[in-house]
């Protein structure tokens, strides 16, 4: 390949790369998202590794009477909070894309505002999390770049 061809093919994984960043960081969004609720969900822990402040007796009372788990705070009984966590592009430039994650409906609004006094930040990634997303990121560019 000459320099001029090389050029274009730039250009081109370029413009790809920029056509295809909001797309890209919505599937790496969609990642941190599992990586934190699996992370919630299967041991209690919350972003600084610290168990989440224990449920009230009288809840585990009616989590136990339900069947569900009382060893740790999972944030789990129907589903509906994790269920709508979603990600949305609040900014996007041709250079970085910006990506909020926060539940689509009002019921999952109300329910993290009040968790939000006693387990602030559930969504918030861990730091294992957070190098795997920006990772992540770094093999998105990197595709775009690579050459056989």
Same mark, same amino acid.
């Given at each position: 390949? &000459?320099?001029?061809?090389? %050029? ?6 370029k ?5 295809n960043?909001?797309?890209?960081? @919505? ?10 609720? @699996?992370?919630? *969900? *299967? $041991?209690?822990? &919350?972003?600084?590794? *610290?168990?989440?402040? !224990? ?6 009372? $009616? #989590?136990? +009477?339900?069947?569900?788990? /009382?060893? =740790? /705070?999972? @944030? $789990? #009984? ?7 966590? /979603?990600?949305? /592009?609040?900014?996007?430039? !041709?250079?970085?894309v ?7 409906? *009002?019921?999952? +609004?109300? %329910? ?7 387990? !602030? &930040?559930?969504? +918030?990634? &861990?730091?294992a ?10 093999? #998105?560019? =990197? +595709?775009?770049?690579?050459f056989s």
């Amino acid at each position: 390949m &000459n320099t001029k061809d090389m %050029i274009a093919e730039l250009r081109r994984r370029k413009a790809e790369m920029v056509s295809n960043r909001e797309a890209d960081g @919505l599937k790496i969004a969609l990642d941190q998202i599992a990586l934190v609720k @699996l992370r919630i *969900q *299967q $041991t209690g822990i &919350n972003s600084d590794g *610290q168990k989440f402040a !224990p449920y009230v007796p009288a809840y585990v009372k $009616t #989590r136990k +009477k339900g069947g569900y788990q /009382v060893e =740790f /705070v999972d @944030l $789990t #009984r129907t589903g509906r909070l994790f269920a709508g966590i /979603v990600p949305t /592009v609040s900014k996007s430039t !041709p250079f970085s894309v910006e990506i909020d994650i926060a539940p689509a409906d *009002q019921h999952g +609004k109300d %329910i993290l505002a009040g968790l939000s006094k006693k387990r !602030p &930040n559930i969504l +918030k990634p &861990n730091r294992a999390e957070q190098a795997m997303i920006q990772e992540a990121n770094r093999q #998105r560019v =990197f +595709k775009y770049l690579k050459f056989s």
